[in-house]
């Protein structure tokens, strides 16, 4: 049985920073690129950032290109997400996915999702 379950979220001020993990299980991992994506209240889930099997290769939504890392530990079934000088419309429900292969931007090409961790920057 798959898992993927995220932990860091938290609450932080406009400026701040927050790492989040999101640890799996149940799938040969480094076989798996992993995606992280978001949803605000009352707005679709958008993507945020993803990174291929061993690392190399990373990807960001242009709103948070130069803020926010993605990065992967395979020895550990974990992947992670720093954000730094986080803004107000950071705020959501962040969520981990996995995708057997390549890493993409779309939704729909993801099969295993986490419950998500809460983020909120205050202004």
């Known amino acids: 049985q798959v898992q993927l379950v995220e932990s860091g979220g938290g609450l932080v001020q406009a400026g701040g920073s927050l790492r989040l993990s999101c640890a799996a299980s149940?799938?040969?991992?480094?076989?798996?690129?992993m995606g992280w994506f978001r949803q605000a209240p009352g707005k679709e889930r958008e993507f945020v950032a993803a990174?291929?099997?061993?690392?190399?290769?990373?990807y960001y939504a242009d709103s948070v290109k130069g803020r926010f890392t993605i990065s992967r530990d395979n020895a550990k079934n974990t992947v992670y997400l720093q954000m730094n000088s986080l803004k107000p419309e950071d705020t959501a429900v962040y969520y981990c996915?996995?995708?057997?292969?390549?890493?993409?931007?779309?939704?729909?090409?993801?099969?295993?999702w986490g419950q998500g961790t809460q983020v909120t920057v205050s202004s």
């Open positions: 149940g799938l040969t991992f480094s076989n798996y690129g």
């Open positions: 996915a996995a995708r057997w292969g390549s890493p993409t931007a779309k939704i729909s090409d993801y099969l295993y």
């Open positions: 990174i291929n099997w061993n690392g190399i290769s990373t």
